[in-house]
């Protein structure tokens, strides 16, 4: 997370809380559970709250888009 943190921080002005990888491999050979990644900033990362809320999302765009779509 540090490096993916210092590439995508602007001036150490602003931090990526989450980032949500999407593996298409993944998703053809076992579903839509598992084709996922999400790294969370380490102060939320054991917010259950949080946790719960980011799955839920993460569950909506993978049944509201198709993600056969995604080039």
Known sequence: MGLLTNLL??????????IV????????EIGKYGSCMCN???LIQNDEHVKR????L????RDRYDMN???
């Open 9 to 18: 921080t602007k001036n150490k002005t602003e931090i990526p809380l989450f």
């Open 21 to 28: 990888t999407f593996d298409y491999k993944k998703f053809k």
């Open 40 to 42: 969370t900033h380490p």
């Open 53 to 56: 809320e980011l799955n839920k």
């Open 58 to 61: 993460i569950d909506y765009i």
């Open 69 to 71: 779509l995604i080039p």
